[in-house]
């Protein structure tokens, strides 16, 4: 069985942070949108977006950082199309969104090939000039904890400090009674003296910028370039763990790690273990369906969701 | 006749804003958006062999087209097409080797009624977790795309691969000798059209699923608008609430609908594996089930609408190795952008509707 043990170790679990991080933010980021009434299927074409920003701004100014800013910018920009289409125009928010999937199939591959002469995806970065691995200085010197938590990238700290941030953002503040208001009953909300379209607009935009960065995390951090629909369809697990988790923030980050954790696996797996990949591979999906289906309690969605609201006369 | 005109008037405003858009990023790009107008046009529409392989292409999207249409009307939004397709298409080439000796048109009427089969299954789960538990079948059809993917990419990895095959697809099922196929298998129109004496170039890959797919397009406005079923499914649609006070089961008629939608995005499967490929081939589907969102989108839900999104969306299909070969820059992604602006346009139609009906009460 010693297979077995080179899959299980400490540093399964620290693939698993890695592996997870996307997914934490793209997750959280769509629990904005999603609490505030808008369903946010367009994760998996903002990702890519903020994936590609982040190689091609870095390419041309060898900086992570500013590669880093622009997927947050260009996140934000593609949710603005759909905040746009959705809340201003009032459109089907999962007609929209599925546009915007396609829309960045297509989008990154064709400036790509604009730029660089290449049909998909933008030249290597040298290694110096992904984001750096960061290595913290108190929790280094704990034995465990430094190998789980020490020397990733500083994504993975924005995604691990998004969390209770989130928590505190949505329970603990005005903004975020206000935009669950607005998920749950933007009659009252409105009522209440509350713009419902102001705090989905927020949602919607807060999504694009963090799943924006999740994306960069794919193409400056874990790798050194961007290569076409390189997400992978990170934006439909991250989905998947916004529901399994309750559309709570804690419930989506213990989600985002078990498929993580099942992602790690299932890399490791291969050529080790004779158990396909693709059953490992399924199972963020099947859970989610099992959840759906209220075997593992029930999942609710806030009550506004995916309905346009108009304003009575 | 003044309400067909309305009909057809915000559809082409959408794709005509959506070429002028595309000729813009063709233009941002650094290329001639005459140059790709052009090539798009002569491509598709200008030559026997264009138009041949416009129709092929288009034949997968009326399918999708259809099934996205239908569940619409029942209300519901399916994005499982893809799944439900890719399903199918396995199970139609399952059909075939797993009856190897059997008569070639036994099987062939067997693996075309697996695919109808196979499709309304997979889009029938949803429809029951909808109907009993209320989940929301967007969510579920978009599970089921990952879990149809990750079961057919397995059984052909690992069940049906011919050893030593470099790509990911099974065994075939029918085998091309000369000039014709030997197997269960479509016929190509070739070969339909030669006994009448009707000459059409052999290469091209149209089958006669092209003609089921204008049969199906019939028989789906017959089952909308002509049956007690049909007007039971789009009340439910309509105002589900009204139906239910009538003594429709909505229920019901959400699991009718979504098997039926499945079943047609089933039909996919009968046009690449029976049709064209004669084996399932792993990745085969260019997005079809969500094209077919466009296309439904863009032909109002109506059959014949579809038919001529389909069409359109065949084309761009068809044109888009001619534009990335004849222009410096544009890469055939163009067409996928396309198709984007198209879906997000025609559902921001409500805007200009509404804006022009505030207009109107402005003007009273």
Known sequence: MGGIENIINLSLLASMI?????????????????????????????????????AAVTVFTASPWLGLAAAAVAGLAVALIHAVASIRFRADQVVVGTAINILFLGVPALVSGAL?????????????????????????????????????????????????????????????????????????????????????????????????????????????????????????????????????????????????????????????????????????????????????????????????????? | MKSLLKELLFPLIAVVAAFLVGGIIVWMVGDSPLLVYDLFFTSAFGSIDGIGYTLFYAT????????????????????????????????????????????????????????????????????????????????????????AAAIVSYLTQYHYRRPGDPILETFPIAERVGTTVVGPHLPRMSALLAPLGISFPEHLPLNVTFLLALVVCALVYVFLWKTKWGYELRAVGTNPSAAEYGGISIPRNIVIAMVLSGALAGMVGINDVLGYRYRYYDGFSAGYGFAGIAVALLGRNHPIGVLFAAILFGALDRSKLFIDIFTDKVSKDWTVILQAIVIIFVACEAAFRFGMKKRAAAKV
Not at chain 1, 262 to 280: C, E, T
Not at chain 2, 93 to 112: C, E, N, S
């Open chain 1, 18 to 54: 890695r592996l997870s991080t996307p997914l934490i933010l793209a997750a959280l980021g769509g629990m904005y949108s999603e609490r505030g009434g808008v369903i946010n299927i367009a994760l998996e074409g903002i990702m890519l977006a903020g994936a590609f920003s982040a």
């Open chain 1, 116 to 313: 660089f002469e290449s049909t998909g995806s933008t030249p290597q970065l040298p290694r110096e000039q992904t984001l750096p691995d960061w290595h913290i200085p108190g929790i280094s010197s704990i034995p465990i904890l430094s190998q789980l938590l020490s020397d990733h990238k500083p994504v993975v700290y924005i995604a691990l400090a998004a969390v209770p941030i989130s928590y505190y953002v949505l329970f603990r503040t005005r903004f975020g009674l206000r935009l669950r208001a607005v998920g749950e009953n933007p009659e009252a909300a409105d009522t209440a003296g509350v713009s419902v379209a102001r705090m989905r607009y927020a949602g919607v935009l807060l999504s694009g910028v963090l799943a924006g960065i999740g994306g960069a995390y794919l193409s400056i951090g874990q790798n050194s370039l961007f290569t076409r629909n390189m997400t992978a369809g990170r934006g439909f697990i991250a989905l998947a763990a916004l529901i399994f988790g309750k559309w709570h923030p804690v419930g989506a980050f213990l989600a985002c790690l078990l498929f993580g954790l099942a992602d790690a696996i299932s890399i490791r797996m291969q050529g080790v273990v004779d158990i396909p990949v693709q059953f490992i591979q399924i199972i963020p999906y099947v859970l989610t369906l099992v959840v759906l289906a209220g075997f593992i309690g029930r999942a609710t969605p806030p009550r506004a969701i995916g309905t346009p609201y108009v304003k009575e006369n």
């Open chain 2, 60 to 147: 997968p999207l009326i399918f999708t087209g259809l099934a996205v249409a239908v569940a619409f009307k029942c209300g519901l939004l399916n994005i499982g097409a893809e799944g439900q397709l890719v399903s199918a298409a396995f199970a139609t080439a399952w059909v075939g080797l797993l009856l190897p000796g059997w008569p070639a048109l036994v099987v062939t009427i067997l693996a075309m009624i697996a695919a109808v089969v196979m499709g309304g299954l997979w889009a029938g789960i949803p429809g029951v977790l909808k109907a009993k538990f209320g989940a929301h079948e967007v969510i579920t059809t978009i599970m089921m795309n990952f879990i």
